[in-house]
């Protein structure tokens, strides 16, 4: 009678074990698809940016050859963004050197009279400005959902199955606007 109860407490024991292990996975699994779709959702919106760069570069040269050195260099630190598609410390440097070199070209509507009156600048302006302030919104759920998860993987019943599993510490994005 008693090998009878010391089987049953084995068998309830890895049973909790085994349902702990499933749920704690499919947790995690579920943090990380959600963290990837975020993911592409920001993505969409640095891209949509990027798509409108081409026009702000052509308006800004009808004005002003004499920037073509600054025009180049936004050229270049589009190519890298857009070639960079994985969050991570290099497309957040990228995304950061192009949002600085964008600053820099749209302030030179203050600097070139007839440029900042320019209904196409303008009207680029506005788009840029509009698609920055939606890149700031999705970079703050995403960021907020890595947190989340990444707050998960410290929990003290979630710990051991992050560590035994692979799943890694996820960097937020941080993306100046």
Not at 11 to 30: D, P, Q, T, Y
Not at 105 to 114: A, D
Not at 142 to 160: A, E, F, H, S, T
Request: hydrophobic content about 40%; overall charge positive.
């Amino acid at each position: 009678m008693e090998l009878i109860n010391i089987l049953i407490l084995v068998s309830a024991v890895l049973l909790i074990l085994l349902l702990w292990i499933i749920v704690g996975v499919r947790h995690f699994k579920r943090l990380k698809k959600e963290i990837i779709r975020q993911w592409e959702i920001l993505n969409e919106s640095l891209r949509k940016r990027q798509d409108l760069l081409p026009n702000l570069i052509e308006t800004v040269r009808e004005y002003d050859q004499r920037q073509e050195e600054l025009l180049e260099e936004m050229i270049k630190e589009r190519t890298r963004a857009a070639k960079e598609y994985r969050p991570g410390a290099e497309k957040m440097e990228f995304e950061h050197d192009l949002s600085r070199t964008i600053n820099e070209v749209l302030n030179l509507g203050k600097k070139i009279k007839p440029l900042g009156t320019d209904t196409n600048f303008l009207e680029l302006r506005k788009e840029i400005e509009d698609v920055e302030q939606s890149i700031e919104q999705k970079s703050k759920r995403y960021n907020k959902m890595v947190r989340g998860y990444n707050n998960q993987r410290k929990n003290i019943l979630l710990r051991p199955l992050a560590a035994i599993f692979g799943f890694k510490v996820i960097n937020i994005f941080e993306v100046e606007v």
